[in-house]
């Protein structure tokens, strides 16, 4: 059967192209996803042509009740639709007063991923038209309590499950994937969901989601997406106990079989899909994070979310509350809270951007930045105690135990959270930097909501009014003295799309760093005066296509510059190439 399908897409296709419908170094555009062609015809490939029952089954072609009246005599239909049509318009109009009904967060989950599962291209619809609303269902913070839920809610496998029980078998196990042309990996080994910890195999709900996003705020194909979760056991004695868990019941391996294991998927994945796949690392502990960057970062394609693009989100907040607080990044002392994965890629990030906004050597830059962990503040009398990813940060200073004292100490005007533990921005915290700083920008990054640093309503309220606050999940508008204050989200989604889409437009072979400056530079770029006066120092997300597209021509630009881009000649117009090459979640005609 594969083989036949495998004909019929590399024979006479059943989708008419033409040279606008390659993208990422010429990878065909098979089931007609993308912008650029979404007006013309397609026919819908199964293992053959799909028809009655099986088109009704198929996400990725049913259209339910939209199907024309000529469409359900080509493909006999007749008969096992009820007779009315109904537009994709109507049908969003519906699934969303649906939607709305449903009391808690995780039902509102469980109903769109039941939608995906029936209907592909209503279900980026939806997305992609209320962004706003269900982003927060879709990902964080929902998505956290279902990865915790996971093994109650699963219905069926989405992505693929490699445990150790496929050890010397990983590229047999990719090759069962039906997609072959896959552009975008996101893997997970589920030791640090969000901010709450160990969810083994159930961490599935991350790659998911972030895929999904991929494809709504990017406009990646979702044919071309492929989410993984790497099982090596877990150390959740809940979920090892729980009898609906759907993972290894073992605790987790370690050392060299796991780094062991690891090798020989990131070699078949080279193997089995090419040079120009991109893979993100996605909620990996700390310990593991910065070792497989570096060590692959060389030889694929790679990057790690967590590290590099919450660095990148949060550097394009930082650049746009300077249209606030006046002068450049060097300007300003940074202090962390939270010395991991997240808060020294964000360090270094600033210090790079720091390098190139002051013409400062960057030992010089990292001097200006302060990181607290949870044995105080890093200083050099800690160097020879601190992991190596923690030692650039150490600097001569007398010791402080807590926050607090550091806040005094080092008298920082930018304070940012990446601790994962909730509500360590204290009253007292915040009255201290707002005492010796006139606009203060206090970034409350951990999620979900539950591990926010602090609430929009607690840094505006103790500031008296005069911090520039973002958080990493979202918070409704606070009311004080009678004007509003709208908190930004310093969400990764702003980021991880458009990057994904200029990598894969481009045919990129290797992330530098200086495409995540590229990206973070473009997110600020989409912040105006108007937005500035909200007090919001990110886009408002319903614009995120555009946003999108305006990242991924600056990341591909800069591919190009540093000579990783493969996809040849370069398109004259990076904008409008991005644009075309977005999915298209439109409902296509069938011949």
């Known amino acids: 059967m594969q083989s036949i399908l495998k004909d019929a897409r590399n024979g006479p296709s059943g989708l008419v192209v033409d040279n606008k419908s390659t993208v990422g170094g010429g990878v065909q555009d098979v089931y007609g996803e993308d912008r650029a062609i979404e007006d013309q015809l397609v026919t819908p490939w199964s293992v053959s042509v799909a028809s009655g029952s099986t088109l009704l089954r198929d996400p990725r072609f049913n259209k339910g009740l939209a199907f024309t009246e000529k469409e359900r005599d080509t493909h006999y239909l007749r008969g096992l639709l009820p007779p009315t049509y109904i537009s994709q318009e109507l049908q969003e109009k519906k699934v969303m007063n649906n939607i709305r009904q449903y009391q808690t967060s995780l039902q509102k989950y469980m109903a769109l991923m039941d939608l995906e599962e029936r209907n592909e291209r209503l279900f980026y619809k939806l997305l992609v038209d209320n962004v706003e609303e269900l982003l927060p269902i879709v990902y964080t913070p929902t998505v956290g309590e279902s990865c915790q839920k996971y093994g109650s809610i699963f219905r069926r496998p989405q992505g693929l499950y490699i445990s150790l029980k496929e050890k010397g078998k990983i590229l047999d196990v990719l090759k069962n994937w039906n997609e072959k ?74 050392g ?36 497989l960057l570096a060590k692959y970062r060389t030889t694929h394609l790679v990057f790690n979310d967590d590290i590099q693009g919450t660095a990148a989100v949060v550097l394009a907040g930082l650049i746009a509350s300077l249209k606030v607080t006046g002068g450049t990044l060097a300007d300003h002392t940074f202090l962390f809270l939270g010395a991991g994965e997240a808060g020294t890629g964000i360090a270094e990030l600033i210090a790079l951007e720091m390098t190139k906004q002051s013409n400062v ?21 800690r160097i020879e105690s601190l992991q190596q990813f923690k030692k650039p940060w150490a600097h001569e200073h007398e010791a402080c135990k807590d926050l607090l004292d550091a806040v005094k100490a080092i008298k920082p005007t930018i304070l940012i959270g990446a601790s994962g533990v909730g509500s360590t921005f204290t009253k007292e915290v915040i009255e201290a930097i707002s005492s010796h700083c006139e606009k203060p920008v206090i970034l409350a990054l951990s ?11 607690e840094a505006y309220t103790w500031s008296q009014g005069r911090a520039i606050f973002a958080s990493g999940s979202p918070f409704d508008p606070v009311v004080l003295n009678g004007k509003t204050f709208t908190p930004g989200q310093s969400n990764n989604a702003y980021i991880f799309p458009g990057f994904g889409l200029g990598v894969v437009m481009s045919g990129t072979i290797r992330v530098h760093d200086d495409m995540m400056l590229a990206a973070a530079e473009a997110l600020s770029e989409q912040v105006t005066e108007e937005h500035i006066e909200k007090g919001l120092v990110y886009p408002p997300f319903r614009s995120i296509r555009k946003i999108s597209a305006h990242i991924a021509a600056r990341v591909a630009e800069k591919s190009y510059e540093l000579g990783v881009a493969t996809r040849l000649p370069r398109p004259a117009n990076l904008t409008a190439f991005a644009e075309s090459c977005m999915y298209s979640p439109i ?3 069938y011949r």
């Open 587 to 589: 409902y296509r005609a």
């Open 256 to 291: 060299q079989e796991y780094y062991d294991f690891l090798h020989e998927f990131m070699c078949a994945v080279k193997q089995n899909y090419g040079e120009k796949v991109l893979i993100q690392f996605e909620d990996f502990a700390n310990h593991h994070a910065f070792e």
């Open 361 to 381: 050597a960057l030992e010089e830059a990292r001097e200006k930045i302060w990181m607290v962990d949870s044995k105080g503040l890093i200083v050099k009398s």
């Open 447 to 457: 999620n979900p909501t539950s591990q926010s640093e602090c609430t929009a309503e």
């Open 181 to 254: 042309s896959v552009n975008v990996i996101v893997v997970t080994d589920g030791e640090r969901i969000l901010g709450l910890g160990d969810l083994g195999c159930q961490g599935m709900g991350i790659p998911v989601g972030k895929l999904a996003l991929y494809t709504a705020l990017g406009g990646v194909r979702p044919s071309s997406c492929l989410p993984i979760t790497i099982d090596v056991g877990t150390n959740n004695e809940n979920l090892l106990n729980d009898e609906f868990y759907i993972g290894l019941r073992q605790k987790r391996t370690t």
